[in-house]
């Protein structure tokens, strides 16, 4: 069986990103409180952690080096995230889980730069995702709850971007032509 019979995984690991990022965010956009963690850490255990890791393991079997290194690191983030929010709870010091997100910040812009030759969808959600990791990163190091809630809303533009490509991805083979365009580079 050739790689082009194989299901794209791509809209798997898009949705466990995105749902997952999208509850986290109404958290730290301040939409909800922390009350509510225990719903993230579900999903972030169970759909952003695992399925992404699934999506990855499929798109290295197509050969997708990008789409391999993008599911399995952030489907690893996930999975940290919530061992760390259960192990700890909330008694890091705030330094620390500002340079915790500061690497993902700094993993997540290298990403960005290597979406430069691919659509301007998945471009968007890197570019949005850097700011998301920078911003919660200083809002948290500094215990600056107002720079947190801009964090929680650029997560959730962060979000609806891989909410648009994965729903681009599925409509888009389902009809055999572009419903929704992602800005295809040529």
Not at 39 to 46: E, R
Not at 156 to 179: H, K
Request: glycine letters at 12%; hydrophobic letters at 50%; aromatic letters at 20%.
């Amino acid at each position: 069986m050739s790689a082009k019979n194989y299901a794209n995984p791509g809209p798997l690991g898009l949705c466990g990103f995105a749902l997952t990022t999208w509850l986290l965010s109404l958290i730290n956009g301040g939409v909800f409180d922390t009350n509510n963690l225990g719903f993230v850490l579900g999903m972030a255990f169970a759909f952003g952690g695992s399925a992404q890791m699934i999506a990855g393991m499929f798109e290295f079997k197509k050969g997708n080096t990008f789409g391999f290194t993008a599911f399995i690191s952030y489907g690893a983030f996930w999975w940290s995230w919530a061992l760390i929010t259960v192990f700890f709870k909330g008694n890091a010091e705030p330094a620390f889980i500002g340079w915790y997100l500061t690497v993902w910040g700094t993993f997540t812009f290298m990403m960005f730069l290597a979406t430069f030759s691919k659509p301007k969808a998945l471009q968007a959600i890197f570019f949005f995702l850097t700011l998301t990791f920078y911003a919660l990163a200083y809002g948290d190091a500094t215990a600056n709850h107002t720079i947190v809630n801009v964090g929680g809303y650029l997560g959730l533009i962060t979000a609806l971007c891989a909410f648009y490509l994965a729903a681009a991805e599925m409509i888009n083979e389902s009809y055999g032509r572009t419903v929704l365009p992602i800005g295809d580079k040529k």
